[in-house]
Nanobody
Framework: EVQLQASGGGLAQAGGSLRLSCAASGFTFDDYHIGWFRRAPGKEREWVSCISDSGDIALKAYSVEGRFTISRDNAKSTVYLEMNSLKPEDTAVYYC??????????????????WGQGTLVTVSS
């Protein structure tokens, strides 16, 4: 049974930091590229960052460049999103996703097979 447990969300002040985690079980973790997406209130789901199955390649959206860092620990079957210099516009529910699609598709939500339940991040000004 596939199980994904996202955690680490909460309330932060602008300029603060949070670290999201997504622990996985029930499938071969390092067979999958992993992405973080977010959905802000009233907006469409937005790609944030993705990391390759081996962890040696990562991409991030321009809006989080220089502030967010994605990483993974294949031994622990866990992916992380370190978020620094948070802004109120980062407020959203954040989702981890897992895909076996070719790397060039890592920004495309429809190519993802598994999704975590989401964790809410609220950034106050």
């Amino acid at each position: 049974e596939v199980q994904l447990q996202a955690s680490g969300g909460g309330l932060a002040q602008a300029g603060g930091s949070l670290r999201l985690s997504c622990a996985a079980s029930g499938f071969t973790f390092d067979d999958y590229h992993i992405g973080w997406f977010r959905r802000a209130p009233g907006k469409e789901r937005e790609w944030v960052s993705c990391i390759s199955d081996s962890g040696d390649i990562a991409l991030k959206a321009y809006s989080v460049e220089g502030r967010f860092t994605i990483s993974r620990d294949n031994a622990k079957s866990t992916v992380y999103l370190e978020m620094n210099s948070l802004k109120p516009e980062d407020t959203a529910v954040y989702y981890c996703g897992f895909t076996k699609a070719p790397w060039r598709w890592c920004k495309i939500a429809s190519r993802y097979a598994y999704w975590g339940q989401g964790t809410l991040v609220t950034v106050s000004s």
